[in-house]
């Protein structure tokens, strides 16, 4: 511990989270409990209880009755989005508390952290708005007789499953449009980063959010999250993971209630480097969009498809900017790449390097772990030489792992970067608009941007193309997404007579 120099300290002890039913939050008892070790430090952080299938029951018999009996979708938007708005106020307030919580669960970087928790608190003020402007349509002119409505209704019941490499964020690009849209809520979080989601439930309740309305059910994805997908109770469920849990939520809800889904799954992401681009700026966005979060981002630029006369000189100065990122100790404020989150995550980026070294590409760096004395740290890597057949040019690696693929004219960039069953997110990087509309129109992806990368925010939505996923959070569209459409004919005077 003393190698590392801490801002904050670590916790004496692993702090007790339990979980959230109704309002209130529930000690885990005599449950099984599981103890999250901070991935950077190697000491146990947080405890959270192992919920049982009668713990999700209740769970979801809370939000029910929350949202059959109208205590939130009978408000108005405006009492909703006062709601919404101290929320924010709140999370802005308690950003240190919740990003330090983040930070020893996740490992990472304690600044990234807070920067992260701040953007949230936008999202709810950004969502606040939306609950007031939700709105349909009419038609007026369909006769006389006859006036025609387009109303939106909430969903109902809203399961979230969220991962572990943006608790927080991930949750908080859902929640607030979720409940701007009048509908209620049981999450359950990454068994490996809880905590930060019983916060959230906690703040929401301080800010006037009607108890039932957020639940928090934390625990495994193969019990708790495979019975969210099964379970009856449940109207919709938004799921953000690997497509191969995906698939299974897809099978399970059509076993069950035919509950609707938004998938947010995997992406192998490319970064589509003209050499016209100002090729300072490229280097540093393609080394910010590999290494922002440790690589663990679905929407991380890991495709690097560099036109093929700049293709090594850009390679050293993407190489030559990530010598001088700062890893290290996630608690402290310079760092700005941290661990790697969960144990199985390290062993499967290690594995992924092994290959692209038996696979025969060029390792320009990195190359594997990094000792920092404890904690589990891989070097940011890049591989050259690689083929499109590679394993690493196709899987999603989930880490700091990036591959160069060259190209000489703009069709094969286009067809290298559609080289993919993902279609999450893509960048482009070059001074010539004609290139950048093409590249921009013709790429398969949900997310796409033009001399940058990773940006975001409340107004745009977040979603894939092919096997990245169902529907768009965020923005208009993701307030959308959770209201079902109710058509409504409205006759006006006497009726014309069906039987004489
Ligand atoms: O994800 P899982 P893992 C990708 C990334 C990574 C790989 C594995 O490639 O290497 O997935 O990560 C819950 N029914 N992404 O194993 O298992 C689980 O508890 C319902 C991309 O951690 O998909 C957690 O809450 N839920 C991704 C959530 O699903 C289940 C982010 C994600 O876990 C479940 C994370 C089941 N049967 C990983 N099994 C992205 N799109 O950002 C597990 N879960």
Redesign the pocket.
């Known amino acids: 511990m003393d190698q590392i120099s801490t801002r904050q300290s670590l916790p004496a002890e692993p702090r007790d989270f339990g979980f959230y039913v109704d309002g209130a939050r529930v000690p885990a008892a005599e449950r099984a409990v599981f103890i999250r070790h901070s991935p950077a430090h190697d000491v146990p952080v947080t405890r959270i209880p192992k919920c049982t299938e009668g713990d999700l029951d209740m769970a979801v018999d809370a939000a029910r009755r929350a949202f059959d009996d109208r205590r939130w979708s009978g408000l108005s938007g405006q009492a909703r989005a006062a709601v919404l708005l101290k929320a924010g106020a709140l999370i802005r307030a308690r950003a240190e508390e919740i990003a330090y919580w983040e930070t020893l669960e996740n490992g990472k970087p304690i600044a990234q952290a807070r920067g992260e928790v701040l953007g949230c608190a936008d999202m709810y003020e950004y969502a606040s708005g939306l609950a007031r402007s939700l709105h349909g349509d009419s038609f007026n002119n369909l006769g006389d007789g006859m006036m025609g409505l387009v109303t939106r209704e909430p969903v109902g019941v809203v399961g979230i499953?969220?991962?572990?490499?943006?608790p927080f964020l991930?949750l908080c690009e859902r929640v607030p449009y979720i409940l701007a849209s009048g509908c209620t809520i049981v999450v359950?979080?990454?068994?490996?980063t809880s905590a930060t989601s019983l916060i959230l439930a906690q703040i929401l309740t301080e800010a006037g959010l009607p108890d039932g309305c957020m639940n928090v059910v934390t625990?495994?994805?193969?019990t708790?999250?495979?019975?969210?997908?099964e379970h009856p109770r449940i109207d919709m469920l938004s799921?953000?993971?690997?497509?191969?849990?995906?698939r299974?939520?897809v099978e399970?809800a059509g076993r069950s209630n035919f509950k609707k889904l938004g998938l947010?799954?995997?992406?192998k992401n490319p970064q589509v480097v003209f050499a016209d681009a100002d090729l300072e700026d490229a280097a540093d966005g393609v080394a910010f969009g590999i290494a922002f979060n440790t690589g663990?981002?679905?929407?991380s630029g890991s495709r690097l498809i560099v036109e093929r006369s700049v293709a090594d000189r850009f390679a050293e100065m993407v190489r030559d900017k990530l010598a001088k990122a700062v890893t290290g100790d996630p608690l402290d404020e310079a760092t700005q790449i941290g661990a790697i989150t969960?144990e199985?995550?390290n062993r499967?980026?290690l594995s992924y390097i092994e290959k692209g070294k038996e696979e025969g590409a060029r390792l320009i760096c990195g190359g594997g772990a990094l000792d920092m004395g404890q904690g589990q740290y891989i070097a940011p890597t890049i591989f050259g030489d690689v083929t499109a057949e590679m394993v690493i040019a196709r899987?999603?690696?989930?880490?700091p792992v990036l591959t160069i693929l060259p190209f000489d004219t703009l069709d094969e960039a286009i067809a290298i970067a559609n080289d993919t069953d993902y279609g999450?997110a893509a960048s482009v990087w070059t001074k010539d608009i004609d290139k950048a509309l093409v590249v921009t129109r013709r790429v398969q992806a949900g997310r796409f941007w033009v001399n940058c990368t990773l940006a975001g925010g409340p107004e745009l939505p977040l979603g894939g193309f092919k096997q990245?996923?169902w529907g768009r959070e965020a923005g208009k569209y993701g307030v959308e997404e959770y209201t079902q459409i109710k058509s409504v004919h409205i006759e006006i005077g006497k009726r014309r007579p069906w039987i004489a």
């Open positions: 499953i969220t991962p572990w490499n943006f991930i359950k979080p990454s068994e490996m625990g495994s994805g193969s708790i999250g495979q019975a969210m997908a799921f953000t993971g690997s497509t191969a849990v995906g299974r939520v399970a947010e799954l995997g992406g663990q981002c679905c929407v969960t199985a995550q499967t980026i899987d999603e690696i989930f880490g999450l990245s996923g």
